[in-house]
Every structure is written in C-alpha cells, then in structure tokens.
C-alpha cells in the first residue's frame, strides 16, 4: 500500500472517530494497493484479471453510504508486480487480503469481485467463513475454465502451455501481444505485466471451487450477463449447475451484459448492487 493510500486511509478513520489499529499502519501489502473512499460499513472491491481498481468507479459514485477499499493487483493495470513478480500468485494473494481484513479491523465486510476477483471472494468465504458479512461474485463460476467451456481438469494441458509461455522472453512478447489484440485501445490491460498475468490464468485455469462452496456460510450473491438472448437459458443452467453446491448463493442475471457487466450495464449492476448491499 502505498504512502497517500495510509494518509487517506487515515483521514476515513478520523471522520469516522475511529483510531487506526496500530497493526494496519505497521501492515504494507506486497501483493496490491488499496484505496480507502467512502463512509459506512465496508465493501472490499476485487477487479479481474488485467484490470484495474477503476472498473468500480462509476460503481463506486452510484453508490454512495459505504467505505469501499478498491483494491488493485500487483502487475495489472500499471501497478509494479511487486511480490506477484515470481512464484505462486492467486492463492498467496487471497492469504493478503484475509490479512489486511485483519489488520484494518474489519468487521465481515461485503466482498464483490469481478472475474478473478470473484475467485478470490470465494477463496477467502471458504478459507475463512466467519470473515466477510456477504460476498458478490461477478461473472465468475467456481470453475474459472468454465467461462472458456472447459474444466480444471480438461484445461490441464492449458495451464502448462502458459506457464511454458511465461518462462522465456519471446512467449512474454507473445502473450502481451495478445492481451493487447483483445484490448481496447489505451485499455489499462495493455499495461499490464504479460507474466503476472500469464500466471495468474495458469493457475486460475486449474482451479476447481465447487468442493469449497458448502463451507461458505456468508450469504452469496451470484451476478452474471447475458449479451445473447438466444442463449440465456443455456447460461441460466451453466451458472445453477455450478452453484448448486453452494448453501445459498442468489443468481441474478444482467441481460445485455457480457462479462464486464457493471461496465456494459451500469445502472443494472447498480441496482442489484444496492439490493445486494442492503439485504
């Protein structure tokens, strides 16, 4: 975290009449940054992979009545990787952010993730199931590989070519190529370490959550898009088949949404934001 994200982080406490624990300002993450804006109870927003934390800005505006930590991986985004540089990512990053949980004193704080981000809500409700109040997980499935019509299995082969990938400097130049082929031009991805990145879709390509889902007591809210009408029903099933598992996870569908869905429908993202929130 960087020096102006504990002043500002400090500064919300002091309007809000609390001390900063001593832990928290002695605690500096290596594996992201995090932004502290807001008053109310908290909400830790996690991005996806490649992005940045002001995918939620607009979220964050609509929004207002909370404390929201936007949080930004180390290697997206411009971010420098930092700790993320070298050896396990998704795992270890989802241990840091159980431990800023801590170390700030939150009190089961709302987590909504994006994609990746949704992951690593899932990992923390699972790992740690008395910590968070409720989690959002958006567009997500507990199978990542799913998203591409795989399983963490069937994509094995997958995850190994794009950690070979990574591992010399003209398959760097190669995946970074072809993140920036799929990025809108100026996009923040395009500035986003093609190695972090390459990593982190290894390791998310080979991970299965659906075993971990029954541990998760936080209440769970399940929002996905659906940009092809044709093909909501399909979708409706993928993402009830999946979840089926979990003890009580609400599905919400976002039509005319494809996977940046609080990008591509805003004030739909917003409104089921709200209910979420307020539930």
Do not use: C
């Not at 994200?5 to 001593?22: E, K, N, S």
């Not at 190695?195 to 889902?213: F, H, I, K, N, Y």
């Not at 399940?222 to 092809?228: E, F, K, P």
């Not at 996870?249 to 990008?263: N, T, Y």
């Amino acid at each position: 975290m960087k020096r102006r994200d504990f002043i500002l982080l400090g500064t919300v406490f002091a309007l809000t009449g609390l001390a900063v624990p001593a832990a928290a300002q002695r605690f500096r993450p290596t594996r992201f940054s995090a932004q502290v804006r807001g008053r109310g109870p908290d909400v830790i927003l996690i991005p996806g992979l490649t992005s940045g934390r002001d995918v939620w800005a607009g979220t964050v505006a609509a929004v207002p009545g909370y404390r929201y930590h936007l949080l930004q991986v180390a290697g997206f985004a411009g971010e420098p990787a930092g700790a993320n540089r070298t050896g396990p990512l998704v795992r270890p990053l989802a241990d840091e952010i159980i431990r800023y949980i801590e170390m700030h004193g939150l009190r089961r704080p709302a987590i909504v993730g994006h994609s990746m981000g949704g992951a690593l809500a899932m990992m923390i409700a699972a790992r740690r199931p008395e910590l968070p109040g409720r989690i959002m997980v958006v567009d997500m499935l507990p199978q990542p590989a799913g998203l591409l019509g795989g399983t963490a299995t069937g994509w094995g082969p997958l995850a190994r070519s794009l950690g070979s990938m990574m591992e010399t400097p003209g398959g760097r130049q190669l995946f970074a190529n072809l993140m920036g082929a799929f990025s809108p031009p100026g996009a923040p991805n395009r500035r986003s370490d093609p190695d972090v990145v390459g990593r982190a879709m290894s390791e998310l390509t080979s991970t299965d959550l659906t075993p971990q889902l029954p541990r998760i007591r936080a209440p769970m809210t399940v929002v996905y898009g659906s940009a092809d009408p044709r093909g909501r029903a399909a979708v409706d099933r993928e993402f009830a088949t999946a979840y089926a598992p979990a003890r009580s996870a609400r599905l919400v569908r976002i039509d005319g949404a494809g996977h940046m869905v609080m990008l591509d429908q805003p004030a739909r993202f917003q409104r089921a934001l709200r209910t979420f929130l307020s539930g």
